[in-house]
């Protein structure tokens, strides 16, 4: 089975464009989440989707959108790009087996963005 | 959230066995402690998870002390391919980190060295 799935590998954007990141999770996995890795640091929660709703949001500007279509993709925009929007995005994957079971998160490679 | 402290590097030959400790002080009954592994330029993936005492499986134990205030992540026998940053989590399993909420310190870069 093909893991998650992220593209595009690299992107090179300057100060003020938009930018969108897409993700496609394991096959039966309907939870999506996006994180955000700065250079030198551990991944930061952006997102949440289960079900194609917003379960949760981190501490990013509302620059940052996201949203997840019926097939359990995902998206990630970012507006008006920063200079400190340069990172390593990654989306990552959950089957939710039940409220009482880890739900292991499957990342994908990443989305490594530069902003000049 | 409990926060986690983890020391920032460490050093290892091949062959060796490595423990990576992770302070947990605040840690909630409810809480689980929770290992990824990261290599340069890919994303984060699971180790190992538990809940008290120990933990092992193919690739990892996890020591988990009785006032689970601190845990301890044993590699055996490292070779160059366990060269990578380790994470340690703490999360209730039955709220915001079940549900892809996943929240990273700076983790413990682990270099070994042949």
């Known amino acids: 089975d093909a893991g998650v799935t992220q593209s595009p590998t690299h992107l090179i954007k300057t100060r003020g464009q938009h930018v969108t990141l897409r993700c496609s999770p394991i096959?039966?996995?309907?939870?999506v989440s996006w994180y955000q890795q700065v250079l030198g640091q551990g991944p930061q929660f952006i997102f949440q989707?289960?079900?194609?709703?917003?379960?949760g949001r981190g501490n990013f500007p509302d620059r940052f959108s996201a949203r997840q279509f019926p097939n359990y993709s995902s998206e990630l925009n970012v507006n008006a790009l920063l200079l400190g929007d340069s990172a390593l995005y990654l989306c990552?994957?959950?089957?939710?087996?039940?409220?009482?079971?880890?739900?292991?998160?499957?990342f994908g490679p990443g989305t490594r963005l530069t902003v000049l | 959230l409990a926060k986690t402290t983890q020391p920032i590097s460490m050093d290892s030959y091949e062959g060796q066995e490595v423990n990576i400790t992770c302070s947990h002080n605040?840690?909630?009954?409810?809480?689980?402690i929770t290992w990824y592994q990261q290599f340069p330029s890919q994303g984060p993936r699971f180790i190992i998870q538990?809940?008290?005492t120990k933990v092992t499986n193919e690739v990892a134990s996890l020591f988990i002390p009785a006032d689970r205030k601190s845990s301890t992540l044993s590699l055996p026998r490292v070779s160059l391919s366990d060269t990578a940053v380790y994470y340690c989590?703490?999360?209730?399993?039955?709220?915001?980190?079940?549900?892809?909420?996943?929240?990273f310190g700076r983790g413990t870069q682990l270099t070994v060295w042949p």
């Open positions: 990552a994957s959950s089957l939710i087996k039940g409220p009482s079971s880890y739900n292991e998160q499957f």
């Open positions: 096959s039966g996995h309907k939870s």
């Open positions: 989707y289960y079900e194609k709703e917003e379960r």
């Open positions: 605040n840690i909630a009954t409810n809480d689980y």
């Open positions: 538990g809940y008290k």
């Open positions: 989590l703490v999360g209730d399993r039955d709220r915001g980190s079940t549900l892809g909420r996943l929240y």
